[in-house]
Antibody, heavy 118, light 113 residues
Framework: EVQLVESGGGLVQPGGSLRLSCAAS????????MYWVRRVPGKGLVWVSR????????TYADSVKGRFSISRDNAKNTLYLQMDSLRAEDTAVYYC???????????WGQGTLVTVSS | DIVMTQSPESLAVSLGERATINCKSS????????????LAWYQQKPGQPPKLLIY???TRESGVPDRFSGSGSGTDFTLTISSLQAEDVAVYYC??????????FGPGTKVDI
């Protein structure tokens, strides 16, 4: 059974940093692209970042480019999202998702809440 | 970005009745080389992650009840729940994954009884 479990969310002040983790199990982690997607209050679901199976290719939404960094440790079956220079508009529930057919976010974790506020 | 719109914003349906949700994309999500529509439908309940129901516009995900069906092509799509059950109360989103990595979701349709 595919399982994705996010952690690392919390309350942080504007300008602060957080690192999210996503522990994967039930599949060959290194064989799949992975996404981070966030659910922004009042704005719905928004793609944040993606990474390929060996971690050599990454892409970011314009809204987070230069502030967020996606990475993975295939030995630990774990996906990461380093979030720096956080802003109030980054407040959201963050989900990791396994990508199937190379394009479709098929399996999702339960999400972790990030709140950016002073 | 491809903009996704949905209608209605919300609907109330009696138990056992049909629910129909429409989704429209600002440009075609039909990939001509494989004749597949890069369109998915998700169900999300409070406190839960999105659950994939339908992909390639009409392929039902494993384990999803057959009362859920998807149809359409190009820019216009429909999710139909043929006989609404109490556990179907949720928000439903369409999503295009044609324009990768900039996949986009519709604003959601809330289904109530």
């Amino acid at each position: 059974e595919v399982q994705l479990v996010e952690s690392g969310g919390g309350l942080v002040q504007p300008g602060g940093s957080l690192r999210l983790s996503c522990a994967a199990s039930g599949f060959t982690f290194s064989s799949f692209w992975m996404y981070w997607v966030r659910r922004v209050p009042g704005k719905g679901l928004v793609w944040v970042s993606r990474i390929n199976g060996d971690g050599t290719t990454t892409t970011y939404a314009d809204s987070v480019k230069g502030r967020f960094s996606i990475s993975r440790d295939n030995a630990k079956n774990t996906l990461y999202l380093q979030m720096d220079s956080l802003r109030a508009e980054d407040t959201a529930v963050y989900y990791c998702s396994r990508v199937d057919f190379g394009v479709l976010p098929r399996y999702w974790g339960q999400g972790t809440l990030v709140t950016v506020s002073s | 970005d491809i903009v996704m719109t949905q209608s209605p914003e919300s609907l109330a349906v009696s138990l056992g009745e049909r629910a129909t949700i429409n989704c429209k994309s600002s440009q075609s999500v039909l990939y001509s080389s494989n004749n597949k529509n890069y369109l998915a439908w998700y169900q999300q309940k409070p406190g839960q992650p999105p659950k994939l129901l339908i992909y390639w516009a009409s392929t039902r995900e494993s384990g999803v009840p057959d009362r859920f069906s998807g149809s359409g092509s190009g820019t216009d799509f429909t999710l139909t729940i043929s006989s609404l059950q109490a556990e179907d109360v949720a928000v439903y989103y369409c999503q295009q994954y044609y324009n990768i990595p900039q996949f986009t979701f519709g604003p959601g349709t809330k289904v109530d009884i």
